[in-house]
């Protein structure tokens, strides 16, 4: 059984992927300096729910087989360095969803504004349809248990999101999904403290099937 440890376990995203983690068969642990609601009874009610908040170097130990690192930790996060001394595979949130995707199909939504909405029709049409199907949507919707599913779908639909993948990979996160298909909503100039104007946030865009 694979280890999987997610740094800053309950952001929105991370714990969703967390969650579908542990129900595909992986022992998954975390760590995080605060967790809110939704997301701590969440994942106390499925046993994930750290001990204590706070970060552990300790915790970090050679048998995981990889740590997931999420955008609310810092650079120098005390388990992320202790992760790089042991030479541990670690991975920003969208890398993980890459490696795990990389033999499926992937769609990606990207777009400064709609993506969700756009990403949420795909979904439901897909299920209504009766069809086999992953997917990352960055909001909970009606009538799916969680924000992420992981199986052995051929296909997998992911809301793509410009902004940066994580505090040590500073490339927007749809980059890494390396989508068959994408779709983008429309542009409107965003993150000005990433993309300080309007042709650097527009050529992010221009990259995304690259």
Excluded at 59 to 74: E, F, N, Q, S, Y
Excluded at 113 to 130: A, C, F, Q, W, Y
Aim: proline share 5%.
């Amino acid at each position: 059984m694979s280890r999987i440890h997610f740094i800053a376990i309950g952001g929105s995203a991370m714990h969703n992927l967390a969650l579908a983690l542990q129900k595909k068969g992986f022992k998954v642990t975390g760590s995080d300096d605060e967790i809110l609601e939704p997301s701590r009874t969440r994942l106390q009610n499925a046993g994930l729910l750290p001990e204590k908040e706070g970060w552990f170097p300790e915790r970090i130990t050679t048998d995981i087989d990889a740590l997931i690192l999420g955008m609310h930790a810092r650079a120098d996060n005390p388990e992320l360095i202790e992760a790089q001394k042991k030479g541990l595979r670690i991975f920003s949130y969208p890398e993980y969803l890459y490696e795990f995707s990389k033999d499926k199909k992937r769609v990606v939504i990207g777009g400064s504004h709609g993506k969700t909405t756009i990403t949420s029709m795909i979904l439901h049409v897909l299920k209504l349809k009766g069809l086999d199907f992953d997917y990352m949507v960055g909001a909970q919707l009606e009538g799916f248990d969680t924000m992420v599913k992981l199986s052995d779908a051929p296909v997998i639909v992911l809301e793509g999101d410009e902004y940066l993948a994580s505090p040590v990979d500073r490339r927007p996160k749809f980059h890494l999904y390396h989508p068959h298909v994408a779709l983008i909503s429309g542009i409107a100039w965003d993150h000005i403290n990433v993309f300080p104007d309007y042709e650097m946030y527009v050529e992010q865009f221009k990259n995304i099937c690259k």
